[in-house]
């Protein structure tokens, strides 16, 4: 099975720069999803980490240890809409093409 | 291609009645597609997964009879809760992986209040 831990929590002010981590332990290992879900919204697709390194997109990067089952999202320059619950993915099952195996999530509060 | 459109948007209905909650993929096709459910401040939890042209795999603890999935089409698959009860309130949620991207893409959601 799939299991993946990140903090339930963060609090961070505008403009500054939070990251949110994520371990996880599974079976065959096909990459590392972050999404965004504001409340009452659905998730929306954020970064995809399939081999070690940093993914840059925008304001937002995604990081990834295959070696340490370890990853994690940065924002930068936080606006108060970036307010949300982040989540970390795993794929489920045996190939990248099967459904994804969620993290709790992480409610991230930015204030002003 | 990797619009996912679900509908509707929010249903309330009565104890015992039946709901369908229909998804789309607008841009692509999709043999597969996967129906989550979350309940308020939790994580989304995967109910089951809608194969086109064969019966879906459900979830352990997910009851199939209850939780009816038609896939008829590489466009269309569809969830109907059957006999519905004030527990089964919650998102309900699709989703599809996009081409060619293969990253799983969500519908907007259904919320569903069983009165």
């Known amino acids: 099975g799939q299991s993946l831990e990140q903090p339930s929590e963060v609090t961070a002010v505008e403009g500054a720069i939070v990251q949110i981590n994520c371990t996880y332990q599974?079976?065959?290992?096909?990459?590392l999803s972050w999404y965004q879900q504001h409340d009452g919204g659905a998730p929306t697709f954020l970064s995809y980490?399939?081999?070690?390194g940093l993914e840059e997109t925008g304001r937002f990067s995604s990081f990834l240890s295959r070696s340490d089952s370890y990853g994690y999202l940065l924002l930068q320059e936080l606006q108060m809409k970036d307010s949300a619950s982040y989540f970390c993915?795993?794929?489920?099952?045996?190939?990248?093409?099967?459904?994804?195996?969620f993290g709790s999530g992480t409610r991230l509060q930015v204030q002003p | 291609g990797a619009v996912v459109s679900q509908h509707p948007s929010w249903v309330i209905c009565k104890s015992g009645t039946s709901v369908k909650i229909e998804c789309r993929s607008l841009?692509?096709?999709?043999?597969?597609m996967f129906w989550y459910r979350q309940f308020p401040k939790q994580s989304l939890m995967l109910m089951a997964t809608?194969?086109?042209?064969?019966?879906?795999?459900?979830e352990q603890g997910v009851e199939k009879d209850k939780f009816l999935i038609n896939h008829a089409s590489l466009t269309l698959s569809t969830l109907t809760v059957t006999s519905a009860h004030p527990e089964d309130s919650s998102f309900y949620i699709c989703?599809?992986?996009?081409?060619?991207?293969?990253?799983?893409?969500f519908g907007n959601g259904t919320r569903l209040t069983v009165t």
């Open positions: 989703s599809a992986r996009g081409q060619p991207d293969l990253f799983l893409h």
């Open positions: 599974t079976s065959g290992f096909y990459g």
């Open positions: 980490n399939g081999l070690d």
């Open positions: 993915a795993v794929s489920k099952g045996d190939t990248g093409r099967r459904a994804l195996t």
């Open positions: 841009d692509f096709q999709a043999t597969t």
């Open positions: 809608s194969n086109e042209g064969s019966k879906a795999t459900y």
